[in-house]
């Protein structure tokens, strides 16, 4: 069996853990921080500065993954190239880790590169170069570290007061040591979609049904599949998710944004690995999960094809303060209600907003999306978190 070393161990990492320890995998879970989620289900752990690429040489030297995984951005993620010099298998590859955890790289390779349609953009590097960026854009537009993830340090900025308060967010929002934003034209979309994209060793690429999700503060605060689209912008998506993570090389799922606005599909984002709104696949809405996807992308397991058992929604449960040991209040009443489940996460610490856990709600593939997602948000602020 192969032992596996998980960069990042938050809540999607505890989902691929589970996923792997179920078909007898190794797993050793990397974080910043002690009892991390996927921590409490791994094998082994390690706790380390991952930005710090002495540090990540040494556990791979003593740990001799037969894959790497990451599953976050603050990662010293040039020292993977050196890895596959050296025979290791990073997941999906080193150059798809290394674009994807900075928004710049991405961006460019999407939009110059391989000439797939964005929103407008430029990059800044300080209170004054973002000035110059919003009068070159326009207002409104939405600024976002080049790291950072779960909507942290992102806001839309619509008046002039707006610039200093979103540069000095951005940086307080900001995964590793990048100092620099990029900022967008605002797209004025009809909906957004997540679509799940696998790669495969030596098979062809496939898409789960697509995922819409509604956000607050740049997170997503339920999801749900299928998300309704026109076949002739589910195909254009799909065309952009397929270009792009060719040209990324490796196997493994990625999570691919789009906006959908009257003038068609803009590409948006790019996650090389499970994606926070395909929790919702945690209802068994697929025949495979994306955690159980990944997996199998990673082991070289043929994936013959994605097929949609249910209509399904998830939502999440946020901690409204600070707290060294949070309880939960409510769970009795999802557990009471029928065709629904949640999952807590595990994070012995809360702060605002922070995500500690999901509810998932399904029904058959006749029933309504929207009464399904209804009912999961529902069911979700019956939770409470006690600080």
């Excluded at 909906?191 to 496939?206: A, R």
């Excluded at 058992?309 to 557990?335: D, H, R």
């Excluded at 309504?368 to 600080?387: G, H, N, Q, Y």
Aim: proline content about 4%; charged content about 25%.
């Amino acid at each position: 069996m192969a032992t596996i070393l998980l960069l990042g161990s938050g809540e999607l990492g505890k989902e691929f853990t589970i996923a792997a320890q179920r078909i007898g995998q190794t797993i050793v879970a990397v974080d910043s921080y002690e009892n991390a989620p996927a921590m409490q289900v791994a094998d082994t752990f390690e706790v380390i500065n991952m930005l710090d690429g002495d540090a990540l040489d040494t556990i791979v030297e003593k740990h001799n993954p037969d894959y790497i995984v990451p599953e976050i951005e603050a990662i010293r993620t040039e020292r993977f190239y050196e890895y596959e010099k050296q025979g290791y298998t990073v997941v999906p590859s080193a150059k798809a880790a290394n674009y994807t955890m900075n928004r710049k790289a991405i961006r460019d390779l999407a939009s110059k590169e391989l000439g797939i349609k964005t929103a407008e953009y430029r990059y800044a590097t300080s209170a004054e170069s973002l000035q110059k960026a919003v009068s070159e854009i326009g207002m409104p537009c939405v600024v976002k570290p080049l790291m950072s993830s779960s909507g942290k340090g992102q806001s839309t900025i619509k008046t002039e007061a707006d610039i200093k308060k979103a540069w000095q967010y951005s940086q307080e929002g900001s995964r590793g040591d990048v100092a620099e934003v990029i900022v967008e034209a605002f797209v004025t979309f009809i909906y957004e979609i997540t679509l799940l994209t696998v790669t495969q060793k030596n098979g062809e690429t496939l898409f789960c049904p697509p995922i819409g999700h509604r956000q607050e503060r740049g997170d997503y605060m339920e999801s749900w599949q299928p998300a309704a689209m026109d076949d002739i912008h589910l195909k254009t998506a799909q065309d952009m998710a397929a270009k792009v993570t060719k040209e990324l090389t490796g196997s493994g799922i990625w999570g691919v944004e789009f906006f959908v606005a009257d003038d068609g599909v803009y590409f948006s984002e790019l996650s090389p690995r499970p994606h926070d709104t395909g929790m919702v696949t945690l209802a068994n809405t697929q025949n495979f999960n994306e955690f159980e996807l990944h997996l199998r992308a990673v082991l070289g397991l043929p994936i013959p094809e994605i097929t949609q058992e249910k209509i399904g929604a998830s939502a999440v449960i946020l901690a409204p303060g600070n707290s060294k040991n949070p309880t939960f209040e409510g769970l009795e009443i999802v557990s009471a209600a029928s065709k629904c489940d949640f999952r807590l996460f595990g994070k012995h610490t809360s702060r605002p907003y922070r995500r500690m856990g999901v509810v998932v709600a399904y029904d058959s593939l006749d029933s309504s999306v929207s009464e399904v997602t209804k009912k999961a948000r529902k069911l979700a602020d019956e939770i409470t978190v006690k600080l």
